[in-house]
């Protein structure tokens, strides 16, 4: 298997799960507040279905306009992660490097990992808002520890995470790891 094809099949199963919990959600609490301060479940939503184009924008490449986050969440996401999953199963346009802010990188590999982590990171923060199913899966939860750690102190920076948070002792992997981002389980 190709680089690319074991990233969009990584992409592809954490998008599955971020899908179940985005299908999860009942109509009435995509206005709850999240654990992002001054966001609502939806804003979350947003801000995935946004952030979609940070590693194509600088390679050239778009997404078609999705239906609005307000009026369809479901559509809006799926046909975002409909228009992902194209590209990254292309191995053309998936491989398109280019210059980010941590290196030259690819569209693959953008996807791989800062999209990953915020799949996995933000699935939660839309399920605690809405009252679904928090669980991260433990391969994404170590995959976003193993993120964080190599973010060191940028993932504190204004924009990414708040300042970690305290947990007990004895807490358990999820409750550490959401510790390390600023969440409280």
Do not use: K
Request: with cysteine; aromatic share 6%.
């Amino acid at each position: 298997m190709t680089d690319t094809a074991a990233i969009a099949d990584r992409y592809r199963r954490l998008s599955d799960t971020f899908t179940r919990t985005v299908e999860s959600v009942p109509a009435d609490r995509w206005d709850s507040p999240s654990p992002c301060e001054g966001w609502t479940a939806r804003d979350v939503l947003r801000h995935v279905i946004d952030t979609h184009s940070y590693p194509l924008t600088p390679a050239g490449l778009t997404l078609p306009p999705a239906p609005s986050v307000d009026d369809d969440p479901l559509a809006a996401w799926t046909q975002t992660r409909d228009a992902a999953l194209d590209i990254l199963d292309d191995p053309a346009r998936a491989g398109l490097e280019y210059d980010g802010s941590m290196g030259r990188t690819s569209v693959a590999r953008t996807f791989d990992a800062f999209l990953g982590f915020d799949l996995a990171v933000h699935r939660w923060d839309v399920a605690r808002a809405t009252g679904v199913d928090e669980t991260i899966p433990a391969e994404d939860l170590a995959m976003v520890a193993a993120f964080a750690d190599r973010m060191g102190a940028q993932l504190h920076t204004p924009g990414v995470c708040g300042p970690a948070v305290e947990v007990p002792v004895d807490a358990d992997e999820q409750t550490r790891v959401l510790g390390v981002l600023g969440r409280r389980a």
